[in-house]
């Protein structure tokens, strides 16, 4: 009686200790993975020119004379984005930028370029990002809702004719992109891709591998990431699928993508055409990295872009 008594007793205090361990590991992981951080720009001091003049331009567009918007994403918090006009009746892109980065750096060639063309811009902040308010991100399951509302927003503000574009860089291409099958209005005529990711797991997954030691099986990892967003977040991480939102849209979808890409890799950017099931276009960016793709190829990139814009929305091509 003793022995079965013992058994018992360890084996409840194995579980115990198993509940534990994974509420410990999953907290660990969310907090390093969602919750709200303090990002600081990066060290100009150590930056070589390119990244030098672009935290330039990015502290300039901060100053620069712009509106401050202010809306409630469905959950009620307040989302800021800045708003850039440069000619009314000309189209909106509505950027969004990568995971703890802001709008003014990840946005800066696309504030060139919205410039050149004379288009209008929105540089947004996401949830748990700089201006916007939000304990944490969701990796793309909340905020997919966050890019239909502003969608709504600019409806409301300049009418149903004005032409809107999506447009953004990793984390906020992908996040765009999965927002493409919510029944956004009809005003928004285009997404544009720039090195998103097929989903977030897969992100997750593909950057584990080249991170973590050998000895730590991704599949851990993978379940530490699923249970601190269900547990500590109240979000599902799996609903992050940017392949599943656009073999459901009927939106066209610009994807540019670097050939180097090691972070999303070229195949992602394959697999989100393949399955895409409106009108499409693939530009690959030779020799670029992760969000290198208008630093290697300014001119192809902007000419893409403008192109893609002039075809959806009627918008004259800027001769260069």
């Known amino acids: 009686m003793k022995t079965k008594k013992r058994i018992k007793i360890g084996i409840a205090t194995t579980?115990?200790?198993?509940?534990l361990m994974s509420l410990c590991g999953s907290r660990f992981v969310f907090q390093k993975a969602c919750v709200r951080r303090e990002t600081s720009w990066l060290n100009m001091g150590t930056a070589d020119d390119y990244i030098y003049n672009l935290l330039v331009d990015a502290y300039n567009i901060r100053k620069e004379k712009n509106e401050t918007v202010t809306?409630?994403?469905?959950?009620?918090?307040?989302?800021?984005?800045?708003?850039?006009?440069?000619?009314?009746?000309?189209?909106?892109?509505?950027?969004f930028h990568g995971l703890w980065s802001n709008g003014y750096v990840s946005g800066e060639p696309?504030?060139?370029?919205?410039?050149?063309?004379?288009?209008?811009?929105?540089?947004?902040?996401?949830?748990?990002?700089?201006?916007?308010?939000g304990e944490f991100s969701t990796l793309g399951v909340i905020e997919q809702y966050d890019c239909k509302a502003w969608a709504n927003w600019a409806v409301e503000r300049f009418?149903?004719?004005?032409?809107?574009?999506?447009?953004?860089?990793?984390?906020g291409a992908s996040i765009a992109m999965m927002s493409s099958n919510l029944g956004l209005p009809k005003s928004v005529k285009g997404i544009i891709d720039d090195c998103g990711f097929t989903s977030t797991m897969e992100m997750i997954d593909v950057n584990c591998k080249s991170h973590l030691p050998d000895y730590i099986p991704t599949r851990m990892f993978d379940?530490?990431?699923?249970?601190?967003?269900?547990?500590?977040g109240h979000f599902c991480i799996s609903k992050a699928d940017a392949c599943k939102a656009v073999s459901q849209t009927d939106i066209p979808i610009l994807i540019i993508h670097g050939?180097?890409?090691?972070?999303?890799?070229?195949?992602?950017?394959?697999?989100l055409y393949d399955s895409c099931s409106s009108e499409k276009q693939l530009y690959v960016v030779h020799g670029a990295n992760h969000a290198e793709n208008y630093r290697k190829d300014p001119e192809g990139y902007e000419n893409v872009i403008a192109q893609f814009v002039e075809e959806h929305s009627g918008a004259l091509k800027k001769e260069y």
């Open 15 to 19: 579980f115990v200790i198993v509940i």
């Open 71 to 95: 809306i409630k994403a469905s959950d009620g918090i307040n989302l800021v984005g800045h708003y850039y006009e440069r000619d009314k009746n000309a189209p909106l892109i509505i950027f």
């Open 110 to 133: 696309t504030y060139k370029i919205t410039k050149n063309q004379g288009w209008n811009l929105l540089l947004v902040s996401m949830r748990a990002h700089d201006e916007s308010e």
């Open 159 to 171: 009418g149903e004719e004005k032409s809107i574009f999506f447009m953004g860089v990793s984390t």
């Open 223 to 232: 379940f530490f990431v699923e249970m601190g967003t269900s547990v500590w």
């Open 259 to 271: 050939d180097r890409d090691t972070q999303a890799p070229l195949s992602m950017a394959y697999r």
